[in-house]
C-alpha cells in the first residue's frame, strides 16, 4: 500500500456520512467535523427519494448497514412489486382525477432523519467543530475550526466540503458573491402530519402507499408522502409528509399559527382527499415556511487536489426532480472509489488528477439537474406547462439515459 492518505470531511450530514463510510471500509484515514453538537440533534424530518442510487449506496454502506437499509424506509413494512419497478401517481386537485402516473424505477423512500442515523454507525464525529477557513501548507491541507471561541488547526491531505447548500467551504472557496445561493420565489409549507380519525388517515393514503402528486389548474402543488409508519394496523399512528407550494415571494415571519390558517384556506378548493389531508390534521402539527435555494455549480481552484465539495455543498436544488439525495450519494460513491485507487495503487501525487476528473463530471451532472430541477419547479406551478415538465417525462431516471431515449 502507498501513503496513507488523510481526508478531512466537513459536515456529518449524509453526504458526509456516506463518505466517511466508504473511506473507513477502504482503510484511509478521515476525520468527520461537524458544527453543532450532539446534544442539538436536527429537528427537521424530510421524505427523500433515492432513485437509481442503490449500486452506489451499496459501494459506501458496509454490508451489515447495507442489510439494514429498511430500517431507514419511510415504510419498513412496504412490500415492493416483484418487478421491482412503481409509479408515482399523479392527480388533479381540482377534480381529484388522476391524469398521469410517472415511472419510479428503482427508487426508494427514506426518512431523512433515520437515513443519517444509519449513515452514522460507528463513525465518530468532532462536534462543536466550525470550519472558518483553510490554508495550503506544502502538500497539507490546513482547516481552520471555531471551536467555541477558540481556534483550532487540523492538518490533511484532501478537505471535502459536504456542508449542506449553505456551504462555508464553498464561500471559501469562490468568495462570498460567487458562492451566493439563489433564492426561489416560492411559498412552500410542510409539516409532518397524523390523523386522530383512521378513516382520513386510510383515505389520505389511498392516494398511493408511498407518495403521490396533486397539481391544480390554478398553480398549486401539493405532495402526500408517507413518513413514518410505526403500526401498519394502526392508522392513527401514521405519520404523513405534507408540502403546499405556489409561486410567488416568499412571506417573512409567520407564527405557525398563521401557516396553519393560511394553507388550510388554500386547501379549501382541493378535491378529497387532498382537502381533507390539510383540514383534518391535528392542530399541534408544526408547520414550516421554507425558503428553497439554488446554485449552479462552477469549476473553482481545487489547490492541487486539497479541497472540493460534495452533496448540497456543490449542487443545492429544488426538490421538485427528487434528485437532491441521488446526485450527493453519487459524488460519495465517485470519491471514495478515487481515493481507494490512489491508496493502493498510486499515492498522494495523483490527488489533483482524481480531483480534477471528480469535479469536472460532478459540475456537469450536477450543474444539469439543478438546471432540470428549477425548470422543473417553474413549469409544475403552470398547468399548461406541466405535461412538458421533465419530472412528468423522465421521472426519476437519469437525465443522460433519459435523454438518450429522446
Known sequence: MSETIHVLIIGAGITGLLIAQGLKSAGIKYTVFET??????????WTLGVHYAG????????????FRLREAYTDPHHVFPSSGHESTPVYNTATGEKIHAIPRPDTINVSRRRMRKLCSEGIEVKYGMAFTGVEFVGNEAVAKFDIGGKEESVKGDLVIGADGTRSVVRECLLGAEKAK?????????TTVARYRDPDVARRVRSLDPQVAFGYHPEGMFNMIAISNIPDPEDPTTWEFYLANSTLGKWIEKMENEEIVERVRGKSVPLAEP???SFLEMEDDMKFFNDRLYY????????????????????HPMPPYRGQGLGQSIRDAAILVKSLKNIQEHNGKNELAKIINEYEEEMIKRGGEEVEMSVRTMTMVHDWQKLMQSPFMKFGGQKIADALKKE
Not at 36 to 43: A, E, F, I, Y
Not at 298 to 311: K, M
Open 181 to 189: 445561493r439563489t433564492m426561489c420565489d416560492l411559498e412552500l409549507y
Open 295 to 314: 446554485w449552479i455549480p462552477q469549476a473553482w481552484n481545487n489547490h492541487d487536489g486539497r479541497i472540493t465539495l460534495a452533496g448540497d455543498a456543490a
Open 36 to 45: 453543532s453538537n450532539p446534544d442539538d440533534p436536527r429537528t427537521r424530518e
Open 55 to 66: 449500486t452506489d449506496l451499496e459501494s459506501l454502506l458496509p454490508p451489515p448497514l447495507y
Open 274 to 276: 387532498w382537502r381533507s
